[in-house]
């Protein structure tokens, strides 16, 4: 079974500087997608950004980008320029590839960002 | 994206009454649903999977008849929490995947249901 560990239960950061969140999961397959999800007090899941194991190249999304460490399974997040609107649970998530599996989500990390 | 609604978003009900949480995909078919649960500050826990038109698979430890699942369109599933109680009392959320734009793994959340049994 899949398992999904993030270690920082909370984290704060100044408002325009750059966080990086930790994640590292554990799995026996060798292709699969890695998420990293937000969920902010309105407590909507919105995805954040999203990588596929056989991409080398890591993802990134405006102020978002990963590092994704395959060898390591080690996914992290790294957020630029932070704004108050970042503040949120941040969840990493992995898919196994198989249609109808579930998400394994981790325990998630509270990020404040602070003015 | 996709869209999924889920309501209500919030509900206060009566202890030993039951209440019905519907979870629509607007703008995609659904073959599969996932609803979870989740409470202060934690993760969320996989409660069952909703196929449309057959039995949903419930995760080890959630009471079947209790948490009843029915998912009778590609578009709607529902989760009916029968005789809720206190302990019952919780926030519920939806998710499903869009697989015509292949198969990414990427679900797509509802608003979630705030429950509340007095």
């Known amino acids: 079974a899949q398992t999904v560990t993030q270690s920082q239960p909370e984290m704060s950061v100044q408002e325009a500087e750059t966080v990086t969140l930790s994640c590292t999961y554990d799995?026996?397959?060798?292709?699969?997608?890695l998420f990293w999800y937000k969920q902010p007090p309105s407590r909507q899941m919105i995805l954040v950004i999203r990588q596929e194991a056989y991409k080398q190249q890591n993802a990134t999304e405006n102020r978002f980008s990963v590092n994704f460490q395959k060898a390591a399974k080690s996914f992290s997040l790294k957020i630029s320029d932070s704004q108050l609107g970042d503040t949120a649970m941040y969840f990493c998530?992995?898919?196994?590839?198989?249609?109808?599996?579930?998400?394994?989500f981790g325990e998630g990390t509270q990020l404040t960002v602070n003015p | 994206g996709a869209v999924v609604s889920q309501h209500p978003s919030w509900v206060i009900c009566k202890s030993g009454t039951s209440v019905k949480i519907e979870c629509r995909s607007l703008?995609?078919?659904?073959?599969?649903m996932f609803w979870y649960r989740q409470f202060p500050k934690q993760s969320l826990m996989l409660m069952a999977t909703s196929n449309e038109g057959s039995k949903a698979t419930y995760e080890q430890g959630v009471e079947k008849d209790k948490f009843l699942i029915n998912h009778a369109s590609l578009t709607l599933s529902t989760l009916t929490v029968t005789s809720a109680h206190p302990e019952d009392s919780s926030f519920y959320i939806c998710?499903?995947?869009?697989?015509?734009?292949?198969?990414?793994?990427?679900?797509?959340f509802g608003e979630g249901s705030r429950l509340t049994v007095l």
């Open positions: 703008d995609f078919q659904a073959t599969t």
């Open positions: 799995t026996s397959e060798s292709n699969y997608y």
């Open positions: 998710s499903a995947r869009d697989l015509t734009s292949g198969n990414t793994g990427e679900l797509f």
């Open positions: 998530a992995f898919y196994r590839g198989t249609s109808g599996s579930r998400l394994t």
